[in-house]
């Protein structure tokens, strides 16, 4: 950085005030750089080149007819797939929501909606949508759903469509079934994306979100079966969860019972809010490692993953 004499400070306050907010500038700058580099934008996978399928789900806990199974749909932003105003200002909510409850996410600050969009919809996103009884006999009419779920090809998802959503996956020609239902905004959200840059980019990371107004149906369960599924199957040999705070008694189980290995504790990592709401503590935080190679699913060799989906897979 160039010097600033007294004499200029003393004689061009003028050019003092715009050289240090010019430099000011350059700081921020290479701080935002430097972010992006470690959490944000960074060049990743190559892809596969077959289609990544949307998938149903069987509702497990609670299900009736107006909730009876869960369709997953990927949009892939990179390739220019787009999202309905609304439902991004919802996930941007709700997102929030979670910030402010302060028990999950390390961030702190509420979101904007560009900051969130560049955080959470800057690589892959998966969407799971509740689907009533009668949309899910007309998408899916053979026997009952696994519980890893079955893809559905194009012609089945002919009927879907987002509201004003552009989704490649959704290639409908008479929609007669638009989602969210007006019941429900959506099941869970979460994106993958590298968890770090260049020759570690094969790792991915990924984020959740269950909305308040669905939890109890064994959702989160659901949501963590699908990624097995789509992580590996856009080109991704393992996941690493960089803060899985011990206090998430429910996520850290459930990783652990799909298969994935908690690597490393790391003492106090985050100053949450308790769960009475008094007050803050300080929790420590899981690093959580998942091979796919080892417990990633596929319907097909074309995928990634190493077990085959079946009826009699759990």
Request: aromatic share 10%; charged share 20%; hydrophobic share 35%.
């Amino acid at each position: 950085m160039n010097q600033i004499h007294t004499a200029d400070i003393r004689t061009r306050p003028t050019y003092v005030k715009l050289y240090l907010n010019s430099e000011l500038a350059k700081i921020t700058q290479l701080h935002t750089l430097s972010y992006k580099m470690a959490y944000g934008k960074v060049r990743g996978i190559s892809k596969p080149l077959c289609d990544i399928p949307a998938r149903i789900f069987p509702v497990e806990s609670n299900a009736s007819e107006a909730r009876a199974a869960i369709l997953t749909i990927p949009v892939d932003f990179n390739a220019g797939d787009e999202l309905d105003a609304s439902l991004v200002k919802t996930l941007h909510d709700d997102f929030n929501e979670a910030i402010d409850e302060g028990r999950t996410y390390p961030q702190e600050d509420i979101m904007d909606v560009e900051t969130y969009k560049a955080y959470f919809m800057s690589y892959d996103l998966i969407l799971g949508f509740i689907i009533t009884k009668a949309q899910l006999e007309s998408l899916y009419t053979t026997s009952d759903v696994p519980a890893l779920g079955v893809p559905l090809t194009a012609s089945q998802l002919s009927s879907v469509k987002i509201g004003t959503s552009r989704i490649r996956a959704l290639k409908q020609s008479s929609a007669s079934i638009n989602l969210p239902n007006q019941a429900d905004t959506y099941a869970f959200a979460y994106y993958i994306k590298p968890n770090y840059p260049g020759r570690s980019s094969h790792m991915c990371n990924g984020g959740f979100m269950v909305p308040s107004s669905t939890r109890g149906l064994g959702l989160g369960r659901i949501a963590a079966r699908s990624f097995c599924f789509y992580a590996p199957a856009v080109g991704y040999r393992g996941s690493v969860f960089n803060l899985v705070y011990a206090s998430n008694e429910a996520s850290v189980k459930l990783w652990t019972k799909l298969g994935f290995s908690n690597v490393g504790r790391i003492p106090e990592a985050g100053r949450l809010k308790k769960a009475d709401g008094n007050g803050e503590e300080y929790v420590d935080a899981w690093v959580v490692h998942g091979d796919f190679r080892k417990i990633g699913y596929r319907d097909n060799e074309e995928q990634g993953g190493v077990g085959v989906v079946n009826s009699s897979s759990s």
